[in-house]
């Protein structure tokens, strides 16, 4: 890799790094988690699976992405370690790109739903209260996801979105979307919560949300809350490898790790106050807060009965449009980064090359919710088998490796000499994250694997 290629300041890093970081699993899982896991004692266990094994694996990430300086394979190979690593370097890239398959589809409906309430449409029509309007809202998810043409359309947009970024290269492209998207996201959450905490069913909803029900923790409650950090955290699908190959050599890695998650959990917390408190007022709270239920019904039937329903509408798609596009375009740059230098092609291609097998892979995926869902595997339908093959297997193996590479196979003072900066840098957590990699890490994420086949 050319060695000029490197984000250009100290900001650009932490915003790239968050906005890969900060996406749907903030929006669309996290609520849903806290929901079905006890609420604020969901979240502290959250917070502590983010702090003990989410940062040490991140840190892992940026030490093997910066001193590898190429892709999530050639890392490995510039580190000179032995052929089954690039393996799981290989295995990164691979999962990297089946999630992208499927996310574009996702990031396609979003895009539908925010250029839906800019025009209106969304709201036409819209009968008032209860059970009428939640599945008139219902109805319409179910017509956009399930057509053959609509959310093509517009996944196909977002595809060339995300095109035209990455041609513009790291800089130019990534650095400056991040530096932009990520301040925007943030003026938009303030709003959003400040609104939101006006509301009349505000206490109730904060209490909701932040009174601890511990008798809901058992194992099955950390696996959910170890899984929602890495994917929260995009661990272990090589985008952190990749990006911080671009990391200049005076990057601060243990302080960009400590502020990407502090950022990515205070993005979940303000979501959950805006979300905790909305449905409360207007009684939905015994809705579904899952996934697409959660962003493309609840959160519209609640819109559709506040002052300026359109607005905060807009508003709301525009977030989550900027998150989902700075992580798509961090998920794709690991394939783009993959063909640049593994196979010695120029950035313009390698993104070529890279996107538009997107336009078929992400329709069959959206058709297979759709036309093609009698085609199933293991009982269930593309999308779905995608989503929880990378984020029930993929992924978790991916990390276990790759702490087992750091902590043991990586070159010897490797890891310490990334995080001290070459030994001009001092903190007292240094020992103990390597410890973490070195045995805690790798044996809870096999647990957590374990347990969630039993
Ligand atoms: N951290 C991202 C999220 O919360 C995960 C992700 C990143 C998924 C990039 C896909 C692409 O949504």
């Given at each position: 890799?050319?060695?000029?290629?490197?984000?250009?300041?100290?900001?650009?890093?932490?915003?790239?790094?968050?906005g890969?970081?900060?996406?749907?699993?903030n929006?669309?899982?996290?609520?849903?988690?806290?929901?079905s896991?006890?609420?604020?004692?969901?979240?502290?266990?959250y917070?502590?699976?983010?702090?003990?094994l989410?940062?040490?694996?991140?840190?892992?990430?940026?030490?093997?992405?910066r001193a590898?300086?190429s892709?999530?394979?050639?890392?490995?190979?510039?580190?000179?370690?032995?052929?089954?690593?690039?393996?799981?370097?290989?295995?990164a890239?691979?999962?990297s790109?089946?999630?992208?398959?499927?996310y574009m589809?996702?990031?396609?409906?979003?895009l539908?739903?925010?250029?839906?309430?800019?025009?209106?449409?969304?709201?036409?029509?819209?009968?008032?209260?209860?059970?009428?309007?939640?599945?008139?809202?219902?109805?319409?998810?179910?017509d956009?996801?399930?057509?053959?043409?609509?959310?093509?359309?517009?996944?196909?947009?977002?595809?060339?979105m995300?095109?035209?970024?990455?041609?513009?290269?790291?800089?130019?492209?990534?650095e400056?979307i991040?530096?932009?998207?990520m301040?925007?996201?943030?003026?938009?959450?303030?709003a959003?919560?400040?609104?939101?905490?006006?509301?009349?069913?505000?206490?109730?909803?904060?209490a909701?949300f932040?009174n601890?029900?511990?008798?809901?923790?058992?194992a099955?409650?950390?696996?959910?809350a170890?899984?929602?950090?890495?994917?929260?955290?995009?661990l272990?699908?090589?985008?952190?490898?990749?990006?911080?190959?671009?990391?200049?050599?005076?990057?601060?890695?243990?302080r960009?790790?400590?502020?990407v998650?502090?950022?990515?959990m205070?993005?979940?917390?303000?979501?959950?106050?805006?979300?905790?408190?909305?449905?409360?007022?207007?009684g939905?709270?015994?809705?579904g807060?899952?996934?697409?239920t959660?962003?493309?019904?609840?959160?519209?039937?609640?819109?559709?009965?506040?002052?300026?329903?359109?607005?905060?509408?807009v508003?709301?798609?525009?977030?989550?449009?900027?998150?989902?596009?700075?992580?798509?375009?961090?998920?794709s740059e690991?394939?783009?980064?993959?063909?640049?230098?593994?196979?010695?092609?120029?950035?313009r291609?390698a993104c070529?090359?890279?996107?538009m097998?997107?336009?078929?892979?992400?329709?069959?995926?959206?058709?297979?919710?759709?036309?093609?869902?009698?085609?199933?595997?293991?009982?269930?339908n593309?999308?779905?088998?995608?989503?929880?093959?990378?984020?029930?297997?993929?992924?978790?193996?991916?990390s276990?490796?790759?702490?087992?590479y750091m902590?043991?196979?990586?070159?010897?003072g490797?890891?310490?000499?990334?995080?001290s900066?070459?030994?001009?840098?001092?903190?007292?957590?240094?020992?103990?994250?390597?410890?973490?990699?070195?045995y805690?890490?790798?044996m809870?994420?096999a647990?957590?694997?374990i347990s969630?086949?039993?």
């Amino acid at each position: 890799m050319s060695k000029k290629v490197q984000f250009a300041s100290k900001i650009g890093v932490i915003a790239a790094t968050a906005g890969s970081a900060v996406g749907l699993g903030n929006v669309w899982r996290f609520p849903a988690e806290v929901q079905s896991n006890g609420g604020a004692a969901f979240l502290i266990v959250y917070i502590g699976c983010v702090l003990l094994l989410g940062i040490p694996v991140m840190l892992s990430e940026f030490a093997l992405g910066r001193a590898g300086h190429s892709d999530a394979v050639g890392a490995f190979v510039n580190l000179k370690s032995g052929k089954g690593w690039r393996g799981v370097g290989a295995l990164a890239v691979l999962t990297s790109y089946l999630i992208l398959c499927f996310y574009m589809v996702v990031a396609g409906w979003t895009l539908e739903y925010f250029i839906e309430s800019l025009t209106g449409d969304l709201y036409t029509g819209a009968v008032q209260g209860g059970g009428a309007m939640r599945q008139q809202f219902a109805g319409k998810m179910d017509d956009y996801i399930v057509d053959s043409v609509n959310p093509l359309v517009y996944t196909f947009l977002m595809i060339v979105m995300n095109l035209s970024v990455l041609l513009l290269g790291v800089q130019k492209g990534i650095e400056r979307i991040s530096n932009i998207a990520m301040p925007l996201l943030f003026v938009i959450l303030l709003a959003f919560v400040a609104f939101s905490l006006t509301l009349s069913g505000a206490p109730q909803g904060l209490a909701y949300f932040l009174n601890p029900d511990f008798s809901k923790i058992d194992a099955g409650v950390v696996v959910n809350a170890l899984g929602q950090a890495f994917f929260s955290l995009s661990l272990g699908m090589g985008i952190l490898i990749t990006y911080s190959a671009y990391y200049p050599k005076s990057t601060n890695l243990l302080r960009t790790s400590l502020t990407v998650s502090l950022l990515d959990m205070l993005v979940a917390i303000m979501v959950g106050l805006i979300i905790f408190p909305a449905v409360t007022t207007f009684g939905l709270q015994g809705e579904g807060l899952r996934g697409a239920t959660l962003v493309f019904v609840t959160l519209p039937e609640v819109f559709a009965q506040m002052p300026l329903t359109q607005l905060w509408s807009v508003l709301f798609f525009l977030l989550l449009l900027v998150a989902t596009l700075t992580s798509t375009i961090s998920i794709s740059e690991v394939a783009v980064l993959f063909i640049i230098d593994r196979f010695n092609v120029r950035r313009r291609n390698a993104c070529l090359i890279v996107m538009m097998p997107l336009f078929l892979l992400s329709s069959a995926c959206s058709l297979s919710m759709g036309a093609w869902d009698g085609f199933k595997i293991l009982g269930m339908n593309l999308f779905d088998f995608l989503d929880s093959l990378t984020s029930n297997l993929m992924l978790p193996v991916g990390s276990i490796l790759l702490c087992i590479y750091m902590g043991w196979f990586a070159p010897k003072g490797l890891f310490m000499s990334q995080l001290s900066n070459g030994g001009t840098l001092r903190s007292s957590l240094y020992k103990p994250v390597c410890f973490i990699v070195k045995y805690l890490a790798p044996m809870l994420i096999a647990a957590v694997l374990i347990s969630s086949f039993l």
